[in-house]
């Protein structure tokens, strides 16, 4: 395979999340020089961040170097840099550190938390998006329990003990799950002076469902199997302020004042500030979560030479339907942006995106999940195991692979979590 | 099993290291309420931090919740907090949240980088001692590939690619070995602009050869599989002076002043503040690395009721040689201290610690090791092999045994390193 250099289109791709890497990936033997640029030097598996904020693996388990991944394909090129600004009209990227021209440009940043207007909250409710994210939580998760041990008040070992996790999508569903296993099942000998067993997860959503994104009755499920690990489910209920450690819920015509020194934050994403970045240089449209309107091809108006992909773009899907921000989406967009621009050098095109569902698939814990695969559903064991095998299948290096797997049979049979660590504290 | 609170003695244990560790475990029977006390939830596997600095493991997976570890012992608590002071008339541990009473104190912090007086180098010269310490290390060792990779000014460049390990211990040792094998194997193919194999690792020794506390003949051999993987050693060398990316070197009448942008410090140790405050209150003597000159049964003259073990402590051997700072002391010392309080607890007496030398083991890279086991002397694949074995033996929980094995056969077969993320950056 030629190194890229001999060639003269230059495909550049901004973020190696699922879009970029399996946009660069498709564009691996194509005849074109590829540069994938990211300002973090590895892929995160991040439908498995929640995992890592709760313990269950370490971040390297769910990473792979963008380097080592794409090392296969001679054309493709990594660069550890941040993107600072697009020149749409000169065909330019500015970096950090230089610039680089593209003929081909494929933008995927992706999301970062929303907080509705109330960015002072994320603070105290932290987020699920990166690494350090998932490190962060992990450190308040442990330490809340390390601190309820020491403390000898009631009432504030209580604000100790009390988890509220914002947000009932698969994120939110998925870490409140964990974290009732957490406190019934792993640290069940491990203290002294509490019983970790009397934590208190409560998962508080706007919609008038959880899992909104699925079928009424998996939601049903899901938070009947939510109630047997000990986690409270508030629907219709609304976050209207966060002081310290309180946290303030209007639901109806109920109003609650919680005390809780951890808040887990999966209730909102915007677009990633490159979103601006191009509206300011090529008048993209942006929806209300700033995310890029793009065109059929996934391309924006005026502009057939800028893709945008993944949780970045705001693509009408059939009935005007937005796709999800769902790493599928990401993949399929990727790959689909690689025959787009492998068909336009051979003088061809191709018709527009679309979306081929898969399904969905969100786990609630050991051995319960709901699934919804078109018009198949279903809940329980053989839900958690295909999700089992989905994750598998998608992570992304083979040793990650084999030691996730590793880690689940071992934390399934013994419930314990091997990744317990509190650091930067 | 009891759990503690009825047994009228109480042992305190400052320090989750190799020494509290095994102290804490050796009293899970005995009739005795144990506290051990850590600002760190996690016992950490110091011997391997070298492999987390080169990307080879991940922490997690060379750590262990203290918690879990020490459940099965219900007379055991485990007590996050942070000692700020000893008050040892009236037998009590100052926290930074509360105090703890003790009938008999053990004093385990182990020890922390020294500079010889250059603290300022600290920033340059990355130290080896927490996982901090290691994800910094790894954090400056990945990115300086990739400054080179974007560098395009040769001698910029070749700043970028010089590593200089100083200090030739075994930790030294095992680091640059890594180094070498990262530079010539791991990153051969991920890198378009650079070729990783141009980098130089330099090796700093004050001494006249490396591993000085081991066999002159297997220093030599050291050396030898050392310059196979392509690290440079110099020894009788002395670091004069860091700046910014300049280190000074002096070597008999030669004097070198080398750019690098890249600097690991494990030339140094030093008692860590505990010892301080053990000699501002019990008049406890120190020696010239701080650490605490013990008597014959690890506890401090006059204070029969407090023992130091492990790093900290100052222990003459046979002809007043002082006893390394090896985890195998630290183990042999805590399960000494734990028989001697027992045989105490029962009316009885113990002859004082003596160590039991069960040998010596260095790796340096993929198939070679240097061992020396009493008069046991072996160089090459043999002595590697023993190392794994030795290492995995004592790695402390199942599961993390099993995920370091995994890794290693991997790596060894596929010469990849999984655990290769730049964070916190």
Redesign the interface.
Do not use: Y
């Given at each position: 395979m030629k190194?890229?250099e001999s060639y003269p289109h230059h495909v550049v791709i901004i973020g190696g999340g699922f879009g970029g890497l399996y946009a660069a990936k498709s564009l691996g033997c194509a005849p074109v020089k590829v540069t994938l640029v990211d300002k973090?030097?590895?892929h995160l598996f991040q439908p498995l961040l929640y995992q890592v904020a709760t313990g269950n693996?370490?971040?390297?388990?769910i990473?792979?170097?963008l380097?080592?991944t794409l090392?296969?394909y001679k054309n493709v090129?990594?660069?550890?840099?941040e993107v600072l600004d697009i020149d749409a009209d000169e065909r330019k990227v500015i970096l950090s550190?230089?610039e680089l021209s593209y003929d081909t440009l494929i933008v995927a940043t992706g999301v970062t938390p929303h907080y509705f207007g109330h960015d002072e909250w994320s603070q105290a409710a932290v987020g699920l998006k990166t690494?350090?994210d998932a490190q962060e939580m992990r450190r308040r998760i442990?330490?809340a329990f390390?601190a309820a041990?020491?403390e000898t008040d009631p009432e504030r070992r209580r604000a100790w003990m009390t988890f509220v996790v914002i947000g009932a999508g698969s994120a939110g569903v998925e870490l409140s799950g964990a974290l009732g296993e957490l406190a019934h099942e792993t640290?069940q000998?491990?203290?002294?002076s509490i019983d970790p067993a009397e934590a208190e997860v409560l998962l508080v959503e706007a919609a008038d469902r959880i899992l909104p994104a699925y079928p009424p009755q998996l939601s049903a499920k899901a938070e009947a199997a939510l109630a047997r690990l000990g986690v409270t489910v508030w629907t219709r209920a609304r976050v209207t302020d966060i002081t310290g450690d309180t946290i303030s819920v209007s639901r109806g015509d109920r109003f609650d004042r919680i005390e809780a020194h951890t808040m887990l934050w999966t209730a909102g994403i915007r677009a990633s500030p490159m979103a601006n970045v191009l509206a300011r240089r090529t008048d993209a449209n942006l929806d209300r979560l700033q995310r890029v309107i793009v065109e059929p091809d996934l391309s924006i108006t005026r502009y057939p030479d800028i893709f945008v992909i993944g949780d970045l773009a705001s693509f009408s899907h059939q009935r005007d339907e937005l796709l999800p921000a769902l790493a599928p989406v990401a993949i399929q967009q990727g790959q689909y942006v690689a025959r787009l621009i492998r068909a336009r050098l051979a003088g061809r095109s191709l018709p527009g995106f679309s979306y081929f569902d898969k399904g969905n698939v969100a786990v609630i814990g050991r051995n319960t999940a709901v699934v919804q695969l078109g018009r198949f559903k279903s809940e329980g064991f053989i839900a958690w195991l295909l999700w089992v095998v989905i994750h598998i299948y998608y992570l992304v290096?083979f040793?990650?692979k084999?030691?996730v797997m590793?880690?689940w049979v071992?934390n399934y049979f013994?419930r314990?979590r091997?990744?317990?660590?509190?650091?930067?504290c």
């Open positions: 190194s890229g973090r030097n590895f693996v370490a971040a390297e388990e990473a792979a170097s380097r080592a090392s296969p090129h990594v660069l550890l840099d550190d230089g690494v350090e442990l330490f390390e041990e020491r640290l000998n491990d203290f002294r290096g040793d990650q084999m030691l590793f880690r071992w013994t314990r091997g990744a317990r660590l509190i650091t930067q």
